[in-house]
């Protein structure tokens, strides 16, 4: 599967609650969640956002609490993939369950700035910055947890088999 998308970037210790607020979470539906994603680190994400696009942060995204609203809201919001040097282990597994493609990448953080246009073959974990030219490379998911993204989550994955 290959993304590509202009970047939005943050540093480190992205929580969930500025993810998506604690305000929002009476709902699950993820149009809802996607209308106020980010808003309260980055009022400007919504309306900026495009289906395709990429985040890229700093050390431990999606740290703070589990609520599995926090990858809903940013996969609905159009983000196509995640780059970050380390992720919350919770956000982590949610991600994948949700079908949510996330990359742990320091250099390609290090590399990547906000409005690069970037692409990425996420069965070989090769990350490009259109932008410059530079090639990254993550250590990409193996085949199962590829499955289980391309799928559109884990309980995706299981219905299909």
Excluded: W
């Excluded at 604690?22 to 400007?44: G, K, S, V």
């Excluded at 995204?61 to 993939?81: T, V, Y």
């Excluded at 590399?111 to 690069?116: C, H, L, S, V």
Aim: proline residues 4%.
């Amino acid at each position: 599967m290959n993304v590509k998308g202009r970047v939005h970037k943050y540093g480190s210790n992205v929580d969930t609650d500025v993810i998506i607020p604690a305000r929002y979470l009476n709902t699950a539906a993820a149009e809802e969640l996607a209308a106020h994603c980010m808003e309260d680190i980055d009022p400007a994400f919504v309306k900026n956002v495009q289906a395709g696009d990429i985040l890229v942060a700093e050390d431990n995204f999606g740290c703070g609490s589990s609520r599995e609203h926090a990858p809903i809201a940013i996969k609905a919001s159009g983000i196509s993939l995640v780059i970050a040097n380390t992720f919350a282990r919770i956000f982590y597994r949610n991600a994948i369950n949700i079908g949510l493609p996330i990359l742990e990448c320091p250099e390609a953080v290090e590399g990547i700035r906000a409005g690069d246009v970037v692409s990425c073959d996420l069965a070989k974990g090769v990350i490009k910055n259109e932008t410059t030219g530079e090639r990254f490379q993550a250590q990409p998911f193996p085949e199962f947890i590829q499955n289980i993204i391309n799928a559109g989550g884990l309980l995706a994955s299981i219905a299909q088999k």
